[in-house]
């Protein structure tokens, strides 16, 4: 087993029991350290895939600000102990059974190699060369995906505006 | 392959005792000159100059008694303090701290790992380390302790967003976030603190705040919050909360030298900038280097005994009314400025560009200067020595 592979497996388990443990623990904050595991493992492994401006974005944007966010939104309720399940009743389960298995077949089904992602050569780094790290990122998405990109702020800045709306009773 | 592993041990030895031992002497710096400025002496009685006392701390808080609240979520109180102290002590690593020295086997850059994503990684792994103090406010069941985990919570996810933004300028100017890059363009063409000078202030007063130091150090407010996140915390455990807040002020110290004032370049000479690299060439840089972090270290110190502390309000509408807008103009305006010379006029980085952009950034800042003032503090005390109030 190679370096890489070892690296791989090591964060693709530590992601996996994360993500486990997330979705298993009864208090709030135990949940979202787990989460934290999680997305930090993932940006490791965004690191074995030579995308290493997309891990440390992980990082500082997901680990660093929005869990620290939960975890602030937890500790300010007062929700930190462990309290009951939300699944309820067996319809519930078999709903989240059902979509659960879907997600996991559409996955399944966009996992099997397909001609895009077998180019030769190492394309993320020959880009990074050239481009420096942020620019192989930047320069894409200010030029071909320039209008989802507009689009997508568009709809952070409506969420933000009802964000404010929603919490300032007085404006 | 062998000598690249060996070569990075040994530099991983050496930077993390150098982090360690800088810590421990700050300690007693740090009470060296918070009794000069108060007017006493200081600890100077365990060795020569007191230099023996952060030994003596250090047994002391080992030999303490550990104490664990009853009702306090157990394996997180435990956690916290690690986790408060990892982070801190692997950011250094991207940070270059001399000239590469030349050895028989080829030249070994001074840097632990010369990373591509440069700073952003030390953004990215100084945001992790809110978590120990986070966790060791809520897992301590203790009100005081909590509002001090939500207080550096709230603070440092704010100030982190101004942080990034003044980044952003030395990117814009640099093109490149690898720091080992952002040096050599200094060394060509200025300093970044002349030519970036109100990215150089958003910086450093986030800085500030980031490593939760006095004016910002609201989450252990002591006259409100008994010791904030570490009330319940004893002996070691509390001293790795130290450690940790340390460990932080040398790292922002050292990346403030590094982004704005040339990092290991050695100002008015070329002689350090290029091969042939010598064994001198990288004692003198690395001793540069720690000149200028020296510097921030003490200003760090400094500010701490002069300035009272903020009120908590007040801290969050100077992050997010203040140096959030002002974040984003001045990058507005920076990068047309940099359009201008760069595309227009066709200038590469060097002085004539440093120089222009130190006139827009001196323009600026007295802007900045006259809006923060507007005539309370300055033309205020000037009205009262010439009698007019």
Known sequence: MSLTQLVFWTFSALAVVGAAMCITRRSPVASALWLVQTLFSLAALFVVL???????????????????????VIMLLNLGRAGPSDLKGPAGLAVATLLGGLLFFQLLRGATPSAAGTRGGNVMAQLQEE??????????????????????????????????VLAKRKL | MTFFLVSSIAKVVVVFTAILVTVALTTLVERRICAFIQDRLGPNRVGPQGLLQPAADGLKSLLKEE???????????????????????LTFAVIPFAAPLPTRWGDVPMVVADLPVGFLYILAISSLGVYGVTLAGWSSNNKYALLGGLRASAQMISYEIAMGMSTVAVLLLAGNVTLSRVIA???????????????????????????????????????????GYHTEYSAMK??????????????????????????WDIPFTSWDNGPPWTLAKTLATGAVFCVKTACFMFLYIWVRWTLPRFRYDQLMALGWKVLLPLALVYLTVLATAVWYLKEQLGWAYGPAFGWALFGLNAVLAGLLFWWLDRGRIVSGSVARAEGEV
């Open chain 1, 50 to 72: 030579d995308a290493q401006f997309i891990a440390v974005l992980q990082v500082l944007v997901y680990a660093g600000a929005i869990m620290v966010l939960f975890l602030f």
């Open chain 1, 131 to 164: 481009q420096g790290i942020v620019g192989a990122v930047a320069r894409p998405l200010f030029s071909q995906y320039l209008i989802p990109f507009e689009i997508t702020s568009v709809l952070l800045l409506a969420a933000i505006v009802g964000a404010v």
């Open chain 2, 67 to 89: 104490t664990l609240p009853v009702r306090a979520d157990k394996a997180l109180f435990l956690l916290a303090p690690a986790i408060s102290f990892t982070p801190a002590l």
């Open chain 2, 185 to 227: 363009q200094q060394q060509a063409g200025g300093w970044y603190v002349l030519s970036l000078l109100l990215a150089f202030f958003i910086f450093l007063v986030s800085a500030f705040a980031e490593t939760n130091r006095v004016p910002f150090d609201l989450p252990e407010a002591e006259g409100e919050l008994i010791a």
């Open chain 2, 238 to 263: 509390f001293s790795m909360f130290y450690i940790a807040e340390y460990a932080n002020m040398l790292t922002a110290s050292a990346l403030m030298a590094t982004l704005f004032f040339g990092g």
